[in-house]
């Protein structure tokens, strides 16, 4: 191969995210496979679903912001409403 064949590009990205972990056991990992693959939510319950489901909303939102800016406004007005009325939960 040519050296120009072989030039790779590089992009710098410079956003910031949220991000936790804990280390599980192999036991709590089959448990959590299980779980998820019977259609419920993962440990932690439904607010770490809805935690890891703002997450990748966040992702999706920002490549739109790019493409679709209007779109993307709609939809992050519709997901402060949402988190708000969550925030009204008990």
Same mark, same amino acid.
């Given at each position: 191969?040519?050296?120009?064949?072989?030039?790779?590009?590089?992009?710098?990205?410079?956003?910031?995210?949220?991000?936790?972990?804990?280390?599980?056991?192999?036991?709590?990992?089959?448990? !959590?496979?299980?779980?998820?693959?019977?259609?419920?939510?993962?440990?932690? !319950?439904?607010?770490?679903?809805?935690?890891?489901?703002?997450?990748?909303?966040?992702? &999706?939102? &920002?490549?739109?912001?790019?493409?679709?800016?209007?779109?993307?406004? &709609?939809?992050?007005?519709?997901?402060?409403?949402?988190? &708000?009325?969550?925030?009204?939960?008990?």
């Amino acid at each position: 191969m040519s050296k120009h064949s072989e030039r790779r590009q590089f992009f710098r990205i410079d956003n910031s995210v949220l991000l936790s972990y804990s280390v599980v056991s192999d036991q709590e990992m089959q448990d !959590g496979i299980r779980e998820l693959s019977s259609g419920g939510f993962p440990r932690g !319950g439904l607010s770490t679903a809805l935690m890891e489901i703002e997450a990748q909303l966040q992702g &999706a939102m &920002a490549k739109l912001k790019n493409q679709h800016k209007n779109v993307q406004a &709609a939809l992050e007005l519709m997901n402060v409403k949402v988190n &708000a009325l969550l925030g009204m939960l008990p």
